[in-house]
């Protein structure tokens, strides 16, 4: 085991610019084919935090800093999420028309990925390609959630299938099909998002990343030959590993119709 390393730390300048750096690659243009509905990402927020403070940033810079007085482990130093897993900072969010991302600054982030001997997060692009990634997952949940909550068009999907019993047809064509949220699928999205970020902003990252991925994928290779025998599972059963060899095969197949792919079945089709 290593001594904590940030158990101390405070936040710098460059930490914060880091992040504002992030957003706004989020928000370039090249992005657009991917977050076709920017107005889905516009209410999350970002939350952080150091050794003492938890930090809360809007996409348009705004920053409030609230006291935590709680312990940062090392652990919670190593990435992001798109949810806030930390009970103690997670009280202290009141704003409930907001959804938050949570996770690391960048310096106690790529430090750490240092001491990981295989890890390919140790560098500024890595961590803000991360954050992409968050806002990959919120972008999928948010077109995905409304297939079960939306009374309107489940009761068109329902019409329509009882016309289809009837031999008709003529609400077909109107019809937008989107599969329901599934865990895999988020994971895929969200390794598109930034794999797509990396390839057009940060070439050199990209390279690091490849080697990293075709590393890991031929393990994986060997390990479901192996498993062949003894277990039924895949180990594309895990949404991780899944993201990292679909998502590959989807943005080579497709190009960027890899979205529509994930989002909208009636795109691709047409
Ligand atoms: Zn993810």
Redesign the pocket.
Known sequence: MFPAMFETYIATKKDFDTIKEALKYLNKKELDFIFSERKLLKNTALVTYDSKFMYIIQQGGAVEKIEHNTKILDDDHLGWR?SVTIEALKGKLTNTNLTYISGPFPTPFIELHKKKRTSPYTSKESYMATII??FG?VYYENVKNSWFSDYNRNVNILETVVDLYEGKSNKLKDLIIKLPESYIET?IF??CTDYTATSLFWPEYKKVLDVNYLRSTKKYLKIERENKSTLEESVLDDP?IA?VAIGKILIEKYGNKWVDILLVMDRVVS
């Open positions: 798109a990634h968050e997952h994971e969200a390794f991780h993201s």
